[in-house]
């Protein structure tokens, strides 16, 4: 009995140090966003690039890719025929471009595309969507490929 006893005072004790720790971290003002960073500053430019499907289909689906990454952290561009633009940021390494991608006849697709590379050369796999000789949509695994043409 006495064993549950400190059980129980040790448990309601840490809670209370829980409680006590969320609540100041919500009475702190928000945060503001973060300025560029120097390793996103220095993938600032227009990039150009191919985005190759690598489903296990007979035909293989492709379409262009042109970017340029804004020294302020957004990105505008194209992806295929479909208008694009969003927010560009670095984690761990890795170039992250999300956003959306607008087609001519107003359907929207969700852009996240994770990079590795260097300053140069950027690349990774993601889903994409493809049409087909059917002039069918398909969502499938792909790989983009990007090279920085301009800073």
Known sequence: MTRHLVIAVALSAAL??????????ANEPAAM????????????????GTIFETASVFYQGQTAIDVRIGDDGRWTGTV?????????????????LSGTATTPD??????????TGDAN????????????????????HATVSLQRVAA
């Open 16 to 25: 209370a140090g829980c409680a006590t720790g969320v609540a100041t971290t």
């Open 121 to 140: 050369k950027r690349w990774g796999e993601i889903t994409s969507s493809f049409n087909g000789h059917d002039g069918g949509g398909r969502v499938e």
């Open 80 to 96: 295929g025929q479909a208008s694009a633009s969003g927010v560009a940021s670095m984690r761990h390494g890795w170039l992250v």
């Open 106 to 115: 107003g359907h929207q697709d969700v852009v996240f595309y994770e990079l």
């Open 33 to 48: 966003p973060a300025p560029m960073s120097e390793s996103l500053r220095g993938l600032a430019g227009h990039w150009k």
